[in-house]
């Protein structure tokens, strides 16, 4: 009896730690970020959108500093240590695109992050998700807003939802709905000098070639000014002779 009754204990201890580190244990945050290649968004940006109960969530492995503008899937594991020294990992992917809109990220396909000087209408959202996959939109695409709290407070820091709905010729009849995380700018990075790109070989003989264009009308101008004009003015000289 006493042997069943620890086995009964065990099993509940048991139970309660292992429920425990399942619930405390997620890194909390998306699995997927889209960045479009020209914009910044910085290794601690991304950092910033995860959190977990077990304490600070730090980078582990990073394939995405310094390729951040080269379109493709990069990888960032996150990882974070409970006090019994226990490791907890997160894969996330992110996807460097082209063109995404006017953004700092969008999470999980549908979640847009943007910053107190990224306003957007409500088109340009949609565009933005259409660029993620997240919707579709056709030739004859319709859309109806059911719950709009960003377009009033673009410009002020806080958590937004957007819900639409889109219907189009195909019979399309769908609902969705996005979060859009407003930052408040404190951790905004200001520069002091923006760097321009240096000169390449091919701008240096792209600018060679314009100055050659430019010196080929004047030289053109010039040459019809003093074929014509001379010719011209004898006309007239003699027309006003007579």
Sequence with gaps: MK????LLLLAFVFFINVNHEVEASEIVGADVIHKQANQILTITDIKAMYNSELGE??????????????????TVDMVVQ???LNV????????????????KAVTDYKDLHLRTDQVLTPTQIVYVLENTGY????ATTQMSILNDTYTENAEVPGTYVFEFQLINSAGLDEVYSSKIYVGDGSSLFVPDVVFEAPITSADKIIEIIK?????????LICYVVIKFV?????????RWKR
Excluded: H, M, W
């Design 230 to 238: 001379p010719k011209i003015r004898k006309k007239g000289f003699k």
């Design 82 to 84: 409970s006090l019994d």
């Design 211 to 219: 100055d050659i264009f430019y010196f080929a009308i004047f030289l």
């Design 88 to 103: 907890y990992r997160k894969t996330v992917s992110i996807y460097v695109i082209e063109q995404l809109g006017n953004v």
């Design 135 to 138: 919707v579709e939109i056709t």
């Design 3 to 6: 042997k069943i009754l620890v």
């Design 57 to 74: 969530v730090v980078v582990e492995n990073d394939n995405y500093t310094g390729f951040g503008n080269v379109p493709g899937i990069k």
